[in-house]
């Protein structure tokens, strides 16, 4: 495909879980990581969680200890598990690639945190 696709947002509780996946584009060439971004309703698009092609990832410090990043290369896709979301994660999630030579996007997943 060319490009990410997203996949696993819906509603939740707060206090509740949610797993994210982006089934990848599938280049691999020239790739150096792989992230979740998510934009809220009037916000700027932020970073979430980064997962580079060595295996290091870096987390928003407001996602910190909550959301892990995960990436199975068997699979071809990158995971997001978010656990004690808040109704302040609420926005659409976006999978992003990083290559030497650009980027991609996917189309996003909404992700609603409401009681």
């Known amino acids: 495909q060319v490009h990410p696709v997203e996949s696993g947002g819906g509603l939740v509780q707060p206090g509740g879980s949610l797993r994210l996946a982006c089934a990848a584009s599938g280049v691999v060439f020239g790739l150096n990581a792989m992230a979740w971004y998510r934009q809220a309703p009037g916000k700027q698009r932020e970073l979430v969680a980064l997962?580079?092609?060595?295996?290091?990832?870096h987390y928003a410090d407001s996602v910190k200890g909550r959301f892990t990043i995960s990436r199975d290369s068997a699979k071809n896709t990158m995971y997001l598990q978010m656990n004690s979301l808040k109704p302040e994660d609420t926005a659409v999630y976006y999978c992003h690639e990083d290559f030497s030579f650009g980027e991609k996007w996917g189309r996003g997943t909404q992700v609603t945190v409401s009681s």
């Open positions: 997962i580079n092609s060595g295996g290091t990832t």
